[in-house]
């Protein structure tokens, strides 16, 4: 029995993805963000004390954290995973990066965006937007640009971020490429990025994740 335990608009939609590639069967479990706070109910911690999405139930286990969750079901189906010795580095470098270099960015972009907006007394928003903007300034947007940038590089020399063929990575980078479209105001104009996003979401894998999970995040179409 393979369940996973699904937050809506968070990063377990790459898991429902990853799971219609392999084409295994499971079951969803879907879990409303808290309307106040915007994060996962407390009903999740009674799955795994952190209470966070993706969780998966599979082999007798609750397994957490995306890179360890795709890591053991490519290895577990022996599909997806790195084509060859030789791109064994690069795969395990953009699984890993996507969330331990990747969306660190655009977490506090989303959290200054929520400090320029809060619900405070009119004569502090000048101060909250000043904030803000030191953050961005001195922080946010240059890692945007370092970090976008380099993943347009990479992607302008092979299709995909493990080669030439699909892999876990390219699901994994999903989130953060897909979140950077909408977090990522001040970056310029992506092609390889924006083509490299529109050819993986075609694939009908991830349309059908989409039918089960919707919507990873909210986002524009890419520019």
Known sequence: MIRVHHLETSRSSRLLWLLEELELSYDVV???RDPK???APKSMKAVHPLGRAPLLEIDGHILAESGAIMEYLTEREGKLGPASVESR???QYWLHYAEGSAMTPILVKLLTGGI????VPFFMRPIMRIIA????NAYTD???ITHFGWIES???????FAGHRFSAADIQMSYPIQGSFVR????????HTTAWLERVESRPAYQRALEKGGEPMLRRAPR
Do not use: C, F
């Open 30 to 32: 879907t879990y409303k």
């Open 37 to 39: 706070t915007i994060r």
């Open 89 to 91: 580095r690069t795969y």
């Open 116 to 119: 320029r907006h809060a619900s």
């Open 133 to 136: 903007n030191r953050v961005d």
């Open 142 to 144: 240059d890692e945007l």
């Open 154 to 160: 990479a992607l302008s020399e092979q299709e995909y």
């Open 184 to 191: 990522g105001d001040i970056l310029p104009e992506r092609p």
